[in-house]
């Protein structure tokens, strides 16, 4: 049995994401999502259950998907869930520096452990969790980058209504 562990934040959700889940999921027996519960970016917009919930509710047709959140080092809980791999989405250059060195410092405490990387697909390449947010905020429709589930959520919690919504 393969597992694999999907870490993030994800605050919320976006199709970016759910692309590397899905082709992820396909390739092993098990795919665990972990959402960090952040100590370092101090004010997620959505809180940790929040975000989980949204995670659970988006893969909830992913039989293979779990999703649980957690604290403190990665490699800890990729340890506790039997995996040895992790797996990270690349979108563009500017990623890859961050992603390198984070990759080479789980390696540095847990050298058994393998960072996967996933080139996220084109349509999503420019899309962040931030930029979500942002294009939200000001009620521009971000219902192409989010799951279905999400959107009201954003809406919610922005106090906004996508202008661009059919
Ligand atoms: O979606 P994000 O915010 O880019 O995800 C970052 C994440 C959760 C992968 C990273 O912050 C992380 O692994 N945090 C846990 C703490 C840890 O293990 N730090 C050492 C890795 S450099």
Redesign the pocket.
Known sequence: MKTAVY????DPVTMGHYDIIKRSAAIFDRLVI?V?NNS??KSPLFSLEERVNMLKEATKDIPNVTVESFE????DFVKANDSKVII?GLRALADFDIEL??AQ??RMVAPDIDTLFLSTSLEYSCLSSSVVKEYASYGVSVKEFVPENVLPKLEEKLNVKSNLKP
């Open positions: 870490p993030g934040s994800f972990g960090l370092e970016k403190g080092l990665l490699v990270r060195q984070m410092s789980n």
